[in-house]
């Protein structure tokens, strides 16, 4: 018997390079470069408005590049069929949840589309979801409801998981749930990308992280290599200030 792969060799589970795109007279992306491999948190950072959403968008198959290569699962996601999707995990910032419907009706819908989807009962129980399950979603709260989304996200066991400030607006307890569940899934083998403003989020959870600044990645590598001695914050400002390069 072959030893199993170890989950960040081989190919990278993502890549993005050399993405340009322009929205108007806004060039949102100017030779964007970066990847993600199996089995880690890769934290995509960025000033509002430096091209992480538009990337991810890309890379979600929501949006087309003018220029360059997105590869997710070595496919070119623009236009990919139902197996690619079902491969893949989602969770945007507004939700993209059914207003009308309830977490408990919600969830089990979701997991029926996949042949081995997370137990609902489990994924509801980890991230606290069953007081509310019979609240429509148009009446949760807002943490309420990006837990639902990332539930949503997660329940097919994506091989990768983008997911767009997964803790953003959790209180603290909800918070550590999600952190506990990103990294659970990610050791089971899945890339999980996400985008988030926090530094102690990067640093707590990623493995790797993505400095985005004006439409390209300014810095891309482990935590521990892109914080280098002084830390994350100091190099995100570094590397982040308008028309300056690191320090
Ligand atoms: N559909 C669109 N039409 C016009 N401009 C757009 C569109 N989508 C994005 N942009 C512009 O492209 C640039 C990059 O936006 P993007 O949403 O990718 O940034 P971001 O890094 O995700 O920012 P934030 O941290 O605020 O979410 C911005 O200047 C934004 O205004």
Redesign the pocket.
């Known amino acids: 018997m072959s030893a199993a792969p170890l989950p960040n060799s081989g190919r990278p589970s993502v890549v993005v390079e050399d993405l340009h795109r322009r929205?108007?007279r806004?060039q949102?992306l100017r030779g964007m470069s970066w990847e993600a491999r199996a089995g880690r948190i890769t934290a995509v950072l960025?000033?509002?408005?430096?091209?992480?959403?538009?990337?991810v968008a890309c890379l979600e198959g929501l949006l087309q590049a003018d220029s360059g290569t997105v590869r997710v699962l070595e496919e070119n996601p623009w236009g990919a069929g139902p197996e690619h999707r079902a491969r893949v995990g989602v969770m945007l910032q507004d939700g993209g949840l059914p207003n009308t419907s309830t977490p408990a009706r919600l969830l089990p819908h979701l997991a029926r589309l996949y042949a081995d989807p997370w137990p609902v009962e489990d994924l509801a129980g980890r991230l606290d979801l069953r007081s509310f399950s019979s609240t429509s979603v148009r009446r949760l709260s807002g943490g309420q409801r990006q837990r639902v989304a990332l539930a949503a996200a997660l329940i097919g066991r994506p091989e990768v998981a983008f997911l767009d400030e997964p803790s953003a607006g959790l209180d603290p307890h909800a918070r550590l749930d999600v952190w506990d569940l990103v990294r659970e899934v990610a050791a089971s083998g899945t890339c999980v990308v996400l985008?988030t403003?926090s530094f102690e989020e990067a640093e707590r959870l990623a493995d790797d992280v993505v400095v985005?600044a004006d439409g390209r990645a300014v810095a891309s590598g482990s935590v521990a290599d892109v914080a280098a001695e002084r830390g994350l914050e100091h190099a995100y400002f570094a590397l982040t200030r308008p028309g300056g390069t690191a320090a």
Do not use: L
């Open positions: 929205f108007g806004v949102a960025g000033p509002n408005g430096a091209g992480k959403t538009t990337t985008t403003h985005v």
